[in-house]
């Protein structure tokens, strides 16, 4: 096999006697690489660490006549070259790691246990930990021990590449979100009971089956399922009831029995592989072209794992398409085309406004990182106050005390949930509790295409105050002019969006972390803009020109012109060019010859 560009690259950049950290994505070739690795070192021996015991298999291929293996059942010669073993074999065999000068570990993001430690720490070795999702189950970037950290290639680059199948990723629910202060977490991840209560009172399961149904999931394609429990299998298996092609893996059944499934499933003309999480690590199924993920999962690695799963190219079906559909609000939480850049630490606020040099700019931005989201007891809040979503607004406990509160301090809970609607409790300090009714935007099966990394897609751009509770929205059509709008809450401006773009999938780009959406891109740099719109006197029909006139204000006055220069350039900008216009003063550095450039073509 030769090897591929960014194959031979990462190989290059690992560096002797360190610890390296290699980001790798599914599909991208980790077995050949770890190959590659050892043809390159030529150790004397070298420790091949996995944690499963199919993968181990596979591993051995690729050296025929020089390979042993510390693994339960197995024979074990210390005098071959390449060993390649079990976690747990290894920890309960005592081998003397001292013999090894280049260990490879695979999979290691799941692997970081102090036993994993003492193998990678060994002096005068070199270290290469191989992963796809390089996150703690906190969701932090692994770090620990690391020397050196190494990503060839992303995800989206495999797909640019055609080395993974186009994948389409669709969503109907904010399950996750709707429901965070019932989801109760033990062993980092949300207990059972939580989920059993959730997924029953939202009838999620049932949704599963619909969409089955819908679109002939069991019969037309192959298509892997994720729940998070046995038991919530055996109930989705009940609800199929003798439905064909439906097939179970999971740690109950026997080796045996899950062999047989696996094998059943793909030489099935269709069919469903349901399973708990037991093939989301080292499971390669060309046939599958479709996952509904049912999990409810605070792990992102876990997910990122999962939602790649149908993506592997099918020799017989070189034009497959992938289809993702998320029942559980994942999507919200996690980006599938992450190249963890935004998993880095991020910086105070405080430190993200001194970066500016526009001491007006700066000085904006450092009170808004103090100013507080306050909410008037016994009233909606801000974000439901004027909202079509939100209905019902009810006192059901105590008096309100008319005083203003601390957005935090202020406890939300969902009480009840039915198709199609939320029902909430806002209970203040005081002892005061509000109950409202929030509606859904989504039909139970209505599938809206979420991810998409296709160009010239249509875009909202979000730009929220924290001191004022408002957001304005940007929307960007291609082959239209650009339309602009005030939401007060999320869900609304997610629902206005639909309808705006009349369900074709489009881009969210938003100065802040927007938790309940699907598909945002944050851009800090859009922060700029906050501090200079008048959010007291907005007009929904001239948004954009008066964004526009803000930055041209702030860039007039940094270059030194004055101020009267920016009648004269405002006047030139129209609802035909407001893209354009837009764009321009949205870029960080402007210099006075770029600046009158620009209007220049708009003056005649």
Same mark, same amino acid.
């Given at each position: 096999?030769?090897?591929?560009?960014?194959?031979?690259?990462?190989?290059?950049?690992? /560096?002797?006697?360190?610890?390296?950290?290699?980001?790798?994505?599914?599909?991208?070739?980790?077995?050949? #690489?770890?190959?590659? #690795?050892?043809?390159?070192?030529?150790?004397?021996?070298?420790?091949?660490?996995?944690?499963?015991?199919?993968?181990?298999?596979?591993?051995?291929?690729?050296?025929?006549?020089?390979?042993?293996?510390?693994?339960?059942?197995?024979?074990?010669?210390?005098?071959?070259?390449?060993?390649?073993?079990?976690?747990?074999?290894?920890?309960?065999?005592?081998?003397?790691? @001292?013999?090894?000068?280049?260990?490879?570990?695979?999979?290691?993001?799941?692997?970081?246990?102090?036993?994993?430690?003492?193998?990678?720490?060994?002096?005068?070795?070199?270290?290469?930990?191989?992963?796809?999702?390089?996150?703690?189950?906190?969701?932090?970037?692994?770090?620990?021990?690391?020397?050196?950290?190494?990503?060839?290639?992303?995800?989206?680059?495999?797909?640019?590449?055609?080395?993974?199948?186009?994948?389409?990723?669709?969503?109907? @629910?904010?399950? /996750?979100?709707?429901?965070?202060?019932?989801?109760?977490?033990?062993?980092?991840?949300?207990?059972?009971?939580?989920?059993?209560?959730?997924?029953?009172?939202?009838?999620?399961?049932?949704?599963?089956?619909?969409?089955?149904?819908?679109?002939?999931?069991?019969?037309?394609?192959?298509?892997?399922?994720?729940?998070?429990?046995?038991?919530?299998?055996?109930?989705?298996?009940?609800?199929?009831?003798?439905?064909?092609?439906?097939?179970?893996?999971?740690?109950?059944?026997?080796?045996?029995?899950?062999?047989?499934?696996?094998?059943?499933?793909?030489?099935?003309?269709?069919?469903?592989?349901?399973?708990?999480?037991?093939?989301?690590?080292?499971?390669?199924?060309?046939?599958?072209?479709?996952?509904?993920?049912?999990?409810?999962?605070?792990?992102?690695?876990?997910?990122?794992?999962?939602?790649?799963?149908?993506?592997?190219?099918?020799?017989?079906?070189?034009?497959?398409?992938?289809?993702?559909?998320?029942?559980?609000?994942?999507?919200?939480?996690?980006?599938?085309?992450?190249?963890?850049?935004?998993?880095?630490?991020?910086?105070?606020?405080?430190?993200?406004?001194?970066?500016?040099?526009?001491?007006?700019?700066?000085?904006?931005?450092?009170?808004?990182?103090?100013?507080?989201?306050?909410?008037?007891?016994?009233?909606? @809040?801000?974000?439901?106050?004027?909202?079509?979503?939100?209905?019902?607004?009810?006192?059901?406990?105590?008096?309100?005390?008319?005083?203003?509160?601390?957005?935090?301090?202020?406890?939300?809970?969902?009480?009840?949930?039915?198709?199609?609607? #939320?029902?909430?409790?806002?209970?203040?300090?005081?002892?005061?509790?509000?109950?409202?009714?929030?509606?859904?935007?989504?039909?139970?099966?209505?599938?809206?295409?979420?991810?998409?990394?296709?160009?010239?897609?249509?875009?909202?751009?979000?730009?929220?105050?924290?001191?004022?509770?408002?957001?304005?929205?940007?929307?960007?059509?291609?082959?239209?002019?650009?339309?602009?709008?005030?939401?007060?809450?999320?869900?609304?401006?997610?629902?206005?969006?639909?309808?705006?773009?009349?369900?074709?999938?489009?881009?969210?780009?938003?100065?802040?972390?927007?938790?309940?959406?699907?598909?945002?891109?944050?851009?800090?740099?859009?922060?700029?803009?906050?501090?200079?719109?008048?959010?007291?006197?907005?007009?929904?029909?001239?948004?954009?020109?008066?964004?526009?006139?803000?930055?041209?204000?702030?860039?007039?006055?940094?270059?030194?012109?004055?101020?009267?220069?920016?009648?004269?350039?405002?006047?030139?900008?129209?609802?035909?060019?407001?893209?354009?216009?837009?764009?321009?003063? @949205?870029?960080?550095?402007?210099?006075?010859?770029?600046?009158?450039?620009?209007?220049?073509?708009?003056?005649?």
């Amino acid at each position: 096999m030769e090897p591929r560009q960014y194959q031979s690259q990462a190989v290059s950049e690992v /560096i002797p006697q360190q610890v390296n950290l290699m980001t790798l994505p599914q599909r991208s070739g980790k077995s050949f #690489i770890a190959k590659l #690795i050892i043809d390159r070192f030529k150790p004397k021996h070298v420790l091949l660490i996995c944690g499963y015991r199919k993968i181990i298999e596979q591993l051995s291929d690729y050296f025929p006549d020089t390979h042993t293996f510390i693994l339960s059942g197995k024979q074990y010669d210390p005098t071959q070259v390449v060993h390649i073993a079990s976690y747990q074999t290894l920890a309960n065999r005592g081998i003397d790691l @001292s013999m090894y000068d280049l260990v490879i570990v695979d999979e290691y993001h799941s692997r970081t246990s102090q036993a994993v430690h003492d193998v990678i720490l060994q002096p005068d070795t070199t270290v290469v930990c191989l992963t796809g999702t390089p996150l703690t189950n906190g969701n932090k970037l692994l770090s620990k021990h690391i020397d050196n950290w190494i990503q060839p290639v992303t995800v989206k680059q495999l797909l640019d590449m055609g080395y993974i199948a186009p994948t389409k990723f669709f969503g109907n @629910s904010n399950l /996750i979100a709707d429901n965070a202060s019932e989801l109760k977490t033990s062993r980092m991840d949300f207990t059972e009971e939580a989920v059993d209560r959730i997924m029953n009172k939202s009838q999620t399961l049932q949704h599963i089956v619909d969409l089955i149904d819908s679109k002939q999931l069991n019969t037309n394609h192959h298509t892997l399922v994720y729940l998070n429990y046995i038991s919530t299998v055996d109930k989705l298996v009940e609800l199929l009831g003798d439905r064909p092609n439906v097939f179970v893996v999971h740690s109950k059944l026997s080796d045996k029995h899950q062999k047989q499934a696996i094998t059943d499933y793909t030489a099935a003309s269709g069919g469903l592989l349901i399973s708990v999480r037991s093939i989301s690590l080292g499971f390669d199924s060309p046939i599958s072209d479709t996952i509904i993920f049912g999990l409810l999962t605070k792990i992102h690695s876990l997910a990122l794992q999962i939602l790649w799963r149908a993506s592997t190219l099918n020799p017989a079906n070189p034009d497959k398409v992938a289809h993702v559909y998320d029942m559980t609000g994942q999507l919200a939480t996690v980006n599938p085309f992450t190249d963890f850049s935004e998993y880095k630490k991020s910086n105070p606020c405080s430190n993200e406004c001194e970066k500016i040099t526009n001491p007006m700019e700066r000085y904006f931005c450092l009170e808004s990182c103090k100013q507080p989201i306050l909410v008037n007891c016994g009233t909606p @809040s801000m974000a439901y106050a004027e909202s079509d979503i939100a209905n019902n607004f009810t006192v059901i406990a105590g008096t309100p005390c008319e005083e203003k509160h601390q957005l935090w301090d202020v406890k939300y809970i969902n009480t009840e949930q039915s198709d199609g609607s #939320i029902l909430k409790q806002a209970s203040y300090p005081c002892g005061c509790v509000t109950q409202f009714t929030v509606i859904n935007a989504l039909a139970p099966i209505n599938m809206i295409e979420l991810y998409t990394e296709e160009s010239n897609l249509p875009s909202v751009t979000i730009l929220y105050s924290k001191s004022a509770g408002r957001a304005i929205g940007i929307l960007d059509q291609p082959g239209k002019h650009l339309k602009a709008a005030e939401f007060t809450d999320s869900e609304k401006m997610y629902a206005g969006c639909l309808k705006y773009f009349k369900q074709q999938p489009f881009h969210i780009v938003s100065n802040v972390r927007m938790p309940k959406l699907p598909n945002v891109t944050v851009k800090s740099g859009l922060n700029a803009f906050v501090p200079l719109i008048d959010w007291d006197n907005i007009s929904a029909s001239s948004i954009v020109k008066q964004i526009i006139k803000a930055k041209l204000e702030s860039i007039v006055e940094a270059l030194g012109m004055k101020r009267g220069v920016v009648y004269y350039k405002i006047a030139l900008v129209t609802k035909h060019n407001e893209r354009e216009c837009l764009a321009f003063v @949205s870029q960080d550095t402007i210099t006075r010859q770029d600046f009158f450039s620009f209007f220049e073509q708009y003056s005649n």
